[in-house]
């Protein structure tokens, strides 16, 4: 059960749009639509961003959207603003309720 | 409100055994898993395990399998991570987290809990 892969870093520009891939395996990604992904400011716990691959929780932002092709998972960040500067990690479903996180991704806001 | 309050930042010695805790409030307790994620000093998420409270069934990440043990009273809502024996390389944050009901992600977590091991 090996981390999902996503990039170390992201950047863009204020107003700008990013996405952050994950790519995990058959065994995960691309066997669940079950991808859910979380921001994490410096010292705060992570919050839910995104769930079951696209679905945003009450409260976060119509800029944060979430697709899946085949064994790799996005979220794109439209209309970047300064506050979207985190770390996002994803997180899927592995079978047997067990689960596997990103190697996580830091955004930085140019 | 649904909530999970974990216990306070521990200081503790190698070899030393430990016990933290997570505490739900504002839902049935025993009708949603609850599993615990390590995080580093300075590094990413990694999913240790979970648990049923309503039957104590329990799963583990093979990363931490017989390395920590997962565990839940459900006479008081609380929901527990144990080491036998810490070693400096636990020392970590450690967050709990209700898996959703019916779905895969997890929502909400813990405030955290701070686990430092030094000789």
Redesign the interface.
Known sequence: QSALTQPASVSGSPGQSITISCTGTSSDVGSYNLVSWYQQHPGKAPKLMIYEGSKRPSGVSNRFSGSKSGNTASLTISGLQAEDEADYYCCSYAGSSTFVFGTGTKVTVL | EVQLVQSGAEVKKPGESLKISCKGSGYSFTSY?I?W?RQMPGK????MG?I?PGDS?T?Y???FQGQVTISADKSISTAYLQWSSLKASDTAMY?CVRR?GG?????P????TLVTVSS
């Open positions: 898993w599993g994620v990413g998420l990694e999913w979970i049923y069934d799963r990440s093979p990363s967050y959703s779905g895969d992600w997890f929502d977590w813990g405030q955290g």
